[in-house]
């Protein structure tokens, strides 16, 4: 059984930042592609950031430039740096892992930013 858990969410001004931690309890993590994805009141989920079992990344165009993904496959843990963070990046964050086609998810950790 997959378990996923979020850590590091929180309040914060208006650029400033703040770094999401999800620890995975999966075996052979380096296979899996991890993502972040985000969910506003009122909006469905999105996914703002991936990295691939190699490595590669992507993220949403709302979060370019902004927030970066990392993996550490010796710790089994999947990192979002937010920089510069925006009124609109409030929501609740939630980690993913996929793998073989399976999907599974965290309970979500809630970020808040004032202006």
């Known amino acids: 059984q997959v378990q996923l858990v979020e850590s590091g969410g929180g309040l914060v001004q208006a650029g400033g930042s703040l770094r999401l931690s999800c620890t995975a309890s999966?075996?052979?993590?380096?296979?899996?592609?991890m993502g972040w994805y985000r969910q506003a009141p009122g909006k469905p989920r999105e996914l703002i950031a991936r990295?691939?079992?190699?490595?590669?990344?992507n993220y949403a165009d709302s979060v370019k430039g902004r927030f970066t993904i990392s993996r550490d496959n010796a710790k089994n843990t999947v990192d979002l740096q937010m920089n510069n963070l925006k009124p609109e990046d409030t929501a609740v964050y939630y980690c993913?892992?996929?793998?073989?086609?399976?999907?599974?998810w965290g309970k979500g950790t809630m970020v808040t930013v004032s202006s």
């Open positions: 993913n892992a996929e793998k073989y086609g399976v999907n599974s």
């Open positions: 990295i691939t079992s190699t490595g590669t990344t």
């Open positions: 999966i075996t052979t993590f380096d296979r899996a592609a």
